[in-house]
């Protein structure tokens, strides 16, 4: 499929924080911290770590009260809007709407009265938060799992739109869905599902996928054909790796779908015989080196001539093996003076810091 026929799936729009997500907004990337809450000082430093590398939301475990108080400190110190995950008790969800959390993760037929259902509403209104109602499907309600034998598509759907009903009786609106699995094919079953059956902004994500290798295949699969039909407003990749990775990979999702385009793209050859330049070494350094920057570029790697050449003329930065330990160096598609192959990676990091200021200040 061409990135061009990616028709997004119309939907209504909510905020959390300054960041629209739904109704055709930029399809926004988040993560979770996995820090003790009630330590201000390491979960303040993950959130930078995370909005270091571009990171539109992130989401914070909030289980009891000084996590809560906690939470209002954090606050205070970072940029990105925060997502408080209160579990099941409705009185954290108060608390933390007040500590200025941007949206709730909460499913309102999970704390218990309808009397506290309106309470935590009401602290929504009151607060300026959206909420995200968060169907699992290992942690389905007891009466679902009676019906249908089993988790399922059908099952966290029907569980999804029950808390979304229980929220619209309320006169409460101002939501998004996610129903997950570790299982891929269940998961896309559900949001294909869910996507039909209501216009609510859909928060796309594999849970418990694995690690970096394992839960990048699953996620790319899994999110990435969501996305590819259209569904989906805002995404989580869960890793059992480093946070930062969750957002590398989901920009990486939508930067191969052309859906969103941040920080460097780099696009790089596996290597053989005829290699005149150390391609797997130069790109780990440049991985390093630019995941700070945020304009978008493209940066190619390319072992030899074969290939190299043409890759090199359509990135903006583009470097490839020329023997006799030169390379052939190419920026906006004209070809420069051959380059020493050994200073390869530090001529190319300089080029594209250079290259994204300029794009930054063309902004301005």
């Known amino acids: 499929m061409n990135t061009s026929e990616i028709k997004r799936r119309r939907s209504r729009r909510v905020y959390v924080g300054s960041v629209a997500v739904g109704d055709g907004a930029p399809i926004s990337v988040q993560s979770m911290t996995n820090t003790p809450t009630i330590d201000v000082a390491a979960t303040v430093a993950q959130i930078r770590s995370l909005e270091a590398v571009g990171a539109d939301i992130v989401r914070v475990s909030c289980p009891d009260e000084d996590s809560t108080r906690a939470l209002k400190e954090i606050i205070k110190q970072v940029k990105v809007p925060i997502v408080s995950d209160i579990h099941f008790h409705y009185k954290r969800a108060i608390e933390s709407a007040k500590a ?3 949206c709730l993760r909460i499913n309102p037929g999970n704390i218990g009265s309808s009397e506290r259902v309106r309470d935590v509403i009401k602290a929504a209104k009151d607060y300026n938060c959206s909420m995200r109602i968060g169907v699992n499907g290992g942690s389905l309600e007891k ?24 929220l619209e009786d309320n006169n409460f609106f101002n939501f998004k869905i996610s129903v997950k699995s570790s299982d891929t094919m269940m998961t896309m079953k559900a949001y294909r599902q869910l996507a039909e059956r209501c216009d609510y902004p859909l928060h796309l994500g594999v849970t418990e996928a694995g690690g970096l290798r394992a839960g990048t295949v ?4 899994g999110i990435g054909s969501l996305l590819m039909d259209g569904i989906g407003d805002t995404l989580r990749v869960s890793l059992t790796a480093d946070v930062t990775e969750e957002i590398k990979v989901g920009f990486e999702i939508l930067r191969t779908l052309g859906l969103r385009y941040h920080g460097i793209r780099l696009v790089s050859c596996p290597t053989c015989a005829r290699r005149g330049i150390d391609v797997e070494k130069v790109i780990k350094e440049l991985e390093v080196r630019l995941e700070h920057l945020s304009e978008p570029l493209k940066i190619a790697v390319m072992g030899c001539v074969v290939n190299g050449p043409g890759e090199a003329r359509e990135a903006d930065i583009g470097v490839c093996g020329g023997g006799n330990g030169k ?4 920026v906006k598609g004209v070809q420069q003076e051959p380059i020493n192959a050994a200073n390869a990676a530090d001529i190319v990091a300089e080029l594209a810091e250079k290259m994204a200021a300029e794009k930054a200040e063309a902004k301005k």
Do not use: T
């Open 100 to 102: 200025g959390a941007a």
């Open 143 to 166: 009466h679902l799992l009676e019906k249908y034998g089993e988790p399922c598509a059908e099952a966290m759907v029907e569980s999804a739109l029950e808390h979304a009903k229980i």
């Open 218 to 221: 699953k996620s790319a699969l």
């Open 327 to 330: 390379a052939l160096l190419f």
